[in-house]
């Protein structure tokens, strides 16, 4: 395996940071070398530096940095992904705009799951909501999933599970929200109500300018498939969307402020969160 | 009423959405009659969701005026429109050069300085005649940015020029700059230069030694090693990672470079057990792979692999492997059963 050193590291983490949004501390070292490692083979690259240059100065196309991308990320979904991103907003963001709302005399609260492929993030969004706001079923709450493949879309109205795609989920909330059925789970009803499909297509731009009056956006893990302009304009679009005092969720490694400056950070004991002033 | 007027009166809505709405649909209008009202609202907006989307549109817009008022834009007093402007313009590249060309040689020395940030990661075809000015501009700045430019495309056409500004030099930020260009530009026979200009490392001050020591990483030979390795002790904190990235580079590209293994493993000892960062202490533990024929090297590693620091047992996993002594895969295997961790399992099992 090329040694890949720290200081090429640090170097090509900044780029993939630059061009990807993608966050990768010191911890992650090893894990980036292996992954560099795999593209050096296949392109037939002995030396780091000249991988690093590729990737920086001769990929207009960002075709390479695509490739590594595909193999830093994972495709992978499963309910209860990247927990603590999920445990700041069920602690501070979901209990603050509800209060908000609650002051106002507001009793409606939209969700909106963009790129949800089967459905484990929006169902997981019910259980918290339903978790942390008991009062959920006497609101007006609604978690809308979208994906542009329709065959996802019918697996979310599916609500059917393997144990992969459960592994994560606390017990206590798989004994209160799922049903097992042989090696399968399946949402329980009352969660399944709280999730609406929509098939949309994040460069619709009609489309996406249709999609307002959200309270949190959740779009983890699916900008850094694209690339810098859509990005930036699916991100401007989840501005948009949103309602003032909102919130926005990407990957815990991806950075918004990075796509945009429109957002306001906030900081929550150790995640950081970006919300629309 | 067409659909630029429509979208120009929008810009003024009260509502913020409508208003990027506007903007973005000028934009794909690609229409240069739009860019005078997108730069009068960019005056007056204060929402930046609409200031992001009015430079997307300027970006969108194929056409000279979106790059006449983008430059104009580089003089903004505001830093948020300044950056905006270069990455415009940035975009436009090869479009923008005979514009970029007039301010290098009209501009002051910010727009100048603002030039070259335009340039960064552009390659040079092209530009050759804004390198050429830059590198003679009075400002130490412009040529400061110029040399990092160059160094980061390897623009090998502009190495005897940075030979001769590293040699005449005296601006300690831009002789430092010439050196790792040179090192980014990558022809070996600039570091005899640099070694001529730089005879003893031991008197280098520390900006300068951290460029140098990325020469060293890149050419340092078998001989170089010991004269590395005793800034160890000597120098501050600091520059620990970059003495150690030398030192490790050197070392796997010249197998027949001798330590004076001793003196080595006390100190690479101490930044492992002292609590340097993390990295560091990685870095001193692969290192270590190189001495691991020593008996009390080789013990050491192993006793890394029990280390409360998970970059630590990764480095001696990797260093222990690295070394291929005897015995080793039942070594791993026992310590793989008391392993956490995916990626030192990875390490102690691949």
């Not at chain 2, 002790?233 to 050197?250: C, E, T, V, Y």
């Not at chain 2, 330590?259 to 492992?272: F, K």
Request: with cysteine.
């Amino acid at each position: 395996m090329p040694d890949l050193s720290v200081e090429q590291f640090q170097t090509l983490s900044q780029q993939i940071y630059q061009k990807l949004g993608l966050h990768f501390d010191d911890k992650k070292i090893y894990f980036l070398k292996t992954r560099v490692a795999r593209r050096m083979a296949a392109l037939g690259i002995e030396d780091p530096r000249e991988y690093i240059f590729m990737v920086s100065y001769a990929d207009p196309q960002g075709l390479e940095m695509q490739a590594l991308a595909n193999l830093v990320t994972t495709n992978e979904t499963y309910m209860f992904r990247e927990y603590d991103q999920l445990q700041a907003f069920a602690n501070h963001c979901l209990p603050e705009v509800l209060s908000a709302k609650q002051a106002r005399g507001e009793r409606t609260l939209r969700i909106w799951s963009a790129g949800c492929s089967s459905g484990e993030e929006p169902y997981t969004l019910a259980m918290i909501l339903q978790e942390v706001f008991p009062q959920a079923q006497s609101w007006d709450c609604r978690i809308t999933a979208t994906d542009i493949d329709e065959n996802m879309l019918r697996k979310v109205v599916a609500a059917r599970y393997g144990c992969r795609s459960v592994n994560e989920v606390p017990d206590r909330y798989r004994e209160k929200y799922l049903i097992e059925d042989g090696d399968e789970y399946v949402v329980r009803r009352r969660s399944a109500a709280l999730v609406h499909t929509l098939h949309l297509n994040l460069h619709d731009r009609m489309a996406m300018r249709a999609m307002r009056g959200f309270d949190f956006i959740f779009c983890r893990n699916v900008l850094i498939y694209f690339d810098d302009d859509s990005r930036k304009a699916v991100v401007d679009h989840f501005y948009n969307a949103l309602n003032p005092g909102g919130y926005i969720f990407l990957g815990h490694s991806e950075s918004v402020g990075r796509v945009t400056t429109a957002f306001q950070l906030k900081r929550f004991e150790n995640h950081l969160v970006y919300r629309k002033e | 009423m067409s659909s630029l007027q429509e979208y120009v009166e929008k810009l003024a809505c009260a509502d913020e959405a409508e208003r990027t709405f506007a903007a973005e649909d000028i934009g794909y209008l690609n229409a240069p009659e739009g860019v005078p009202a997108l730069l009068r609202r960019l005056g007056e907006e204060e929402s930046r969701a609409v200031r992001d989307a009015i430079f997307q549109a300027l970006i969108r817009i194929d056409a000279n005026a979106a790059i006449e008022g983008s430059i104009r834009l580089l003089a903004s007093d505001d830093p948020r429109i300044r950056n905006h402007a270069v990455n415009v313009l940035r975009r436009k590249a090869v479009r923008a050069i005979p514009f970029l060309n007039a301010v290098m040689r009209d501009g002051d020395k910010d727009l100048r300085k603002l030039v070259l940030d335009i340039l960064r990661g552009v390659p040079a075809g092209g530009v050759e005649a804004i390198y050429e000015a830059a590198l003679g501009d009075k400002d130490p700045n412009v040529v400061i940015t110029a040399v990092e430019n160059l160094g980061l495309l390897r623009a090998r056409e502009f190495r005897g020029r940075i030979e001769e500004l590293l040699q005449a030099g005296s601006h300690p930020m831009q002789v430092a700059a010439c050196v790792e260009a040179l090192v980014g530009m990558g022809d070996p026979s600039s570091f005899g230069m640099i070694r001529r200009r730089f005879p003893n490392l031991a008197v280098l001050p520390d900006f300068l030694l951290a460029a140098f020591l990325k020469a060293m990483a890149v050419w340092g030979t078998a001989e170089d090693f010991n004269e590395v390795a005793a800034l160890l002790p000597l120098r501050g904190p600091h520059l620990r990672s970059a003495i150690l990235g030398a030192l490790f580079a050197i070392r796997a590209r010249c197998p027949s470079a001798a330590a004076n293994t001793g003196a080595l493993l006390a100190a690479l000892r101490r930044i492992v057990e002292d609590g340097d960062p993390p990295l560091c202490r990685y870095q001193a533990v692969r290192i270590l792979a190189f001495l691991a024929a020593e008996d009390d090297v080789y013990a050491f590693l192993v006793a890394c692999l029990s280390s409360p620091e998970r970059l630590v047992r990764l480095a001696a996993a990797e260093s222990l492997r690295a070394a291929g002594r005897p015995g080793l895969e039942p070594l791993l295997a026992a310590r793989a059963n008391e392993e956490t961790d995916e990626e030192v399992l990875q390490a102690l099992s691949c």
